[in-house]
């Protein structure tokens, strides 16, 4: 009797073994999927944000940057949202995006909180993406330069803190596309016969603001972003794409999101 039982459970125990090697082994759940990375681009009260030139700005949020980003998508790089989020600096949702990016011609209000969030979201692991859209010389007589306002921004809140030269080694001169010669210029002094790369630059080119050994803004003073739109020079082929790819790339590789 014990001699029959032995065999049985030893025949059950073979079967059973025998039925899980031919079910294929359950996988492991797959982990989440990063979300795709969202532009925020910052609005603000007067400067470009003003009657002066907001629609240039709302077309760059609905037109130009999105032209960006869906071929960034086309070509298979880092995954980007087409849509573009507009927030202000005093909003807290910024905290919930690794990087911010801020455009214009001229100068705009910056409030106490403005700076206190900018500088909290920038210090816990945030980017900031410059672009000095230049314009009329005589306008920004009138109305002050966008440029220097921000271009002094960020030494107000980091002091000691400086921008310096990026130089053409630099990985966002580098990945995915490679710039020899940094920054191309764009536009250049005026907006007036724009695409002419013969016109000399408004101001240094690449510059990154270094804090704690990294650089927590990167300025581009050849209205990159206004090559994105629908009118891309023929001279041009696709550097403007390639640039901005490098850059959004950038601040997705070395960029957190501070959470709040």
Known sequence: ??????????????????????????????????????????????????????GEMIEHA??????MLRWMN????????????????????????????????????????????????????GMLYIEDCGGAVEAIEQYGAFAKQIY???????????????????????KPYVFEEGLPNFFGDNNNGAFDPKKPRKGQGGMGFMHKGRMISFYSDADTCCAWGPAVGKEWEDQPWKMGANIITYLINHSAAPGK
């Not at 759940?29 to 030139?53: N, Q, R």
């Not at 609905?62 to 032209?67: E, K, L």
Request: avoid cysteine.
């Open 74 to 125: 086309t070509n298979k790089l880092s995954p980007v949202s087409e849509k573009v989020e507009r927030l202000r600096f005093s909003d807290d949702r910024i905290f919930n995006h690794p990087a911010l990016y801020i455009a214009g011609h001229f100068r705009f209000k910056m409030t106490d909180p403005d700076k206190k969030n900018l500088k909290s979201h920038l210090e816990r692991g």
């Open 152 to 174: 002094d921004l960020l030494p107000e809140l980091f002091p000691g803190e400086k921008w310096e030269r990026i130089p053409f080694d630099h990985e966002i001169f580098r």
């Open 1 to 54: 009797m014990r001699m029959h039982a032995l065999t049985w459970w030893l025949i059950l125990a073979a079967t059973l073994t025998a039925h899980a090697a031919d079910v294929p082994a359950k996988e492991k759940p797959a982990a989440a999927d990063k979300p795709p990375f969202t532009f925020v681009m910052i609005e603000y009260d007067g400067g470009s944000w003003s009657e002066l030139a907001r």
């Open 62 to 67: 609905d037109i130009y940057i999105p032209n």
